[in-house]
Each structure stands twice: as C-alpha cells, then as structure tokens.
C-alpha cells in the first residue's frame, strides 16, 4: 500500500473547496460529494499509518533505553571487576573502590542523558504528530461544516422549488 501524507490529503480537501460552486448571495459553496467523500476514506486509511510510525518512535525509544541500560550495567560490572582485582594492597583498595563509583556515577550519568535525550527526541516527535493531526481534524470539522451547509441550502432550494406541472392538459 502506498503511504499517502494526510496532509496533502488535506490539501486536497481544500482545492476541491476552492473549486466548488458559490451559492449566489451567501458564503457557502457546494462541492462534489463523491470527491470529498474518497478523500475522507483515503484519510481513514492514511491516519492510521500516522499512528503506526508514532509506535515504532515509542519503540525505538524503549530500545535505546534498554541499550543504555544494559551498558550501564556492563560498565558498572566491568567496575566492579576492575576494583576486586586492585584489592591487594589497601592504598589500591582505596583508590579502586574511588575509581569504581566514579566510574558508576558517569556510567549512571551517561544512561540518565541518554534516557532523557530519548524522551526528549520522542516527545518532540509525538507533540508534532499530534499538533499534524490537530490541525487536519481542525480542517476537516470546517469541510465537513460547510458540506452540512451545502447539503442543507439544496434541501431548502429543493423543497421551495414547486414541481413542474404538465401545461399540455
């Protein structure tokens, strides 16, 4: 299936508005039913795909966390290695036991950055799919408004028009 960008969908919504017909002496404009109505089922199916890749963001941030994790625990047992084999001597104690908490607290650091960089990058990603999906229903709440209205003026029209009666009687 080929992806199609909701927002060109939306552009697409608003050049069928823009070549729709103007009801003399009014604001509203009648449009091509069937037209906007494909455009709104090809926007049922592209919203879904927004939200498919907004997923894999989330995903990709929990796998960069679990990364980070995991090479926080492998730094910090590597420290804590590093620091039993310094054990011999006491000066040498002292100085591993130093050297492996500063060696866990940059490795707990570095995971905290990376765990807030991740957060960082996937909250931005969201707030703008969501102000993306905002402004469409904003766009599509005001099409859908002005066919209601479409709709309504040619039900009035039709029912102040009277029936053609047959002169030949």
């Keep these: 299936m080929i992806a199609i960008d909701v927002l060109y969908l939306v552009d697409r919504l608003e050049a069928l508005l823009n070549k729709g017909w103007r009801v003399p002496l009014s604001a509203k404009t009648l449009i091509d039913e069937d037209e906007f109505l494909d455009i709104v089922d090809q926007m049922r199916i592209a919203f879904p795909e927004e939200v ?10 929990e796998r960069i ?3 980070a994790q995991e090479e926080a625990r492998h730094i910090i047992e590597t420290a804590k290695e590093d620091a039993a084999r310094l054990t011999n001597e006491h000066a040498i104690t002292r100085s591993a036991q130093q050297q492996a908490a500063q060696i866990e607290r940059r490795a707990q650091a570095e995971a905290e950055a990376r ?11 969201l707030q703008d799919l969501q102000a993306r999906l905002a402004q469409m229903a904003q766009h599509l ?25 047959d002169q030949r009687e």
């Design 141 to 165: 709440a005001h099409l859908q408004a002005q066919v209601a209205n479409g709709l309504s003026i040619l039900q009035q029209e039709s029912a102040a028009t009277p029936p053609a009666t």
């Design 115 to 125: 765990r807030r960089g991740a957060d960082e990058y996937a909250t931005q990603v």
């Design 52 to 61: 498919k890749q907004a997923k894999k963001i989330v995903q990709e941030r």
């Design 65 to 67: 966390i679990a990364q």
